[in-house]
């Protein structure tokens, strides 16, 4: 075979093996890329995926638009199984989702149609811990206070973080919330706190409450009573943990179950059958995001603080988590339950 021949050969290869990293350079371009969120918007879900879709096309080959398309109902399983099941799975759809979702799943929930460990997980921009609070009207301005008080909490539904902490705090530790479930969103309990109707709420970040609701806390207007995560805010360091208030071994594990489950933050995910170039893609993307100076200095205006977890760890965390032993889950289960 002659040389001019053999090197014609290595140059088609090249090109050929060039070609799939060429095509997925080229796949966005002109194209955009939807993000649904799974909440009502104005809360903090809706406003961390947002603050992300603003950035996130930058660093995507192509550039492609981001678009925002909000999907509430019954804590983001309506947008999950749409995402999972309807939506385009070539790369052009992400999502945000609140962190129960796993949970849901592990409980057996007849509504989910969907293996979260299947999801291809993307990121999560901020693990602050979840907080139960108080308004401050409300005669409870201690975790302990509600040991004695009986105080309403408003909910959307009962598989929220809003309905099952309250909950949780009520089978395992003792607690008298009375939670009434029905309301659209956290904003609409939000709205029921300043009327008076609720004199509570589960299910926001720390975080997400300094973002969206500035004023409440600046004028402590909300009472922040126990926080549920692995390590307490920094600027929480007088509110407890619902960790250290376990009396037993087993009140531990079931409630590390859902402190574990605070790293899943406010997700990015995709569909489960994205191919795996695509999902490197945006994953690549998120990284490169999350030290963006101009996502970092949005961010930093609007007092959103910036912890996330990566791709990669976060999907090891899911399975990990959907790996919990049948016997705590049920009692987990047991333990969100209404009573």
Not at 124 to 139: E, L, R
Not at 171 to 190: A, S
């Amino acid at each position: 075979m002659s040389a001019f021949r053999c090197g014609a050969i290595a140059a088609s290869l090249a090109i050929l093996a060039c070609a799939p990293a060429w095509a997925q350079a080229e796949f966005y371009k002109d194209k955009s890329l939807k993000l649904i969120v799974g909440t009502d918007a104005g809360g903090s879900y809706d406003f961390s995926g947002r603050l992300v879709a603003r950035h996130i096309g930058r660093a995507i080959a192509g550039n492609p638009q981001v678009i925002v398309q909000n999907m509430p109902g019954a804590a983001s399983l309506n947008a999950a199984n749409f995402v999972y099941n309807v939506a385009p799975q070539d790369g052009t759809v992400i999502a945000a989702f609140v962190q129960t979702l796993p949970q849901t799943q592990l409980f057996g929930d007849k509504n989910v149609k969907f293996d979260a460990a299947k999801f291809n997980w993307i990121g999560n921009p901020s693990s602050s811990v979840t907080v139960v609070v108080a308004w401050h009207t409300a005669p409870v301005k201690r975790i302990e206070d509600a040991l004695d008080h009986s105080i309403v909490m408003g909910a959307a539904g009962q598989v929220g973080l809003d309905f099952t902490m309250p909950s949780l705090l009520n089978n395992e530790l003792g607690t008298k919330f009375q939670v009434v479930p029905g309301y659209k969103g956290g904003n609409e309990i939000d709205l029921a706190m300043e009327r008076g109707e609720v004199m509570g709420r589960a299910g926001q970040s720390w975080d997400g409450w300094k973002v969206t609701r500035p004023d409440w806390v600046r004028d402590r207007k909300i009472v922040p009573l126990v926080q549920i995560g692995l390590e307490k805010a920094k600027d929480l360091s007088n509110v407890p943990l619902a960790l250290d208030l376990a009396r037993t071994d087993e009140q531990k594990r079931i409630i590390e179950l859902f402190s574990s489950a605070v790293a899943i933050g406010r997700p990015i995910v995709t569909g489960p059958r994205v191919p795996e170039e695509r999902v490197k893609m945006l994953r690549d993307a998120f990284r490169a995001t999350m030290v963006d100076p101009q996502f970092r200095e949005e961010a930093a205006k609007t007092g959103y603080e910036i912890d996330p977890v990566y791709g990669e760890d976060l999907q090891k965390l899911i399975v990990r988590l959907m790996a919990a032993p049948p016997d705590i889950a049920a009692k987990a289960q047991r333990a969100i339950a209404a009573r």
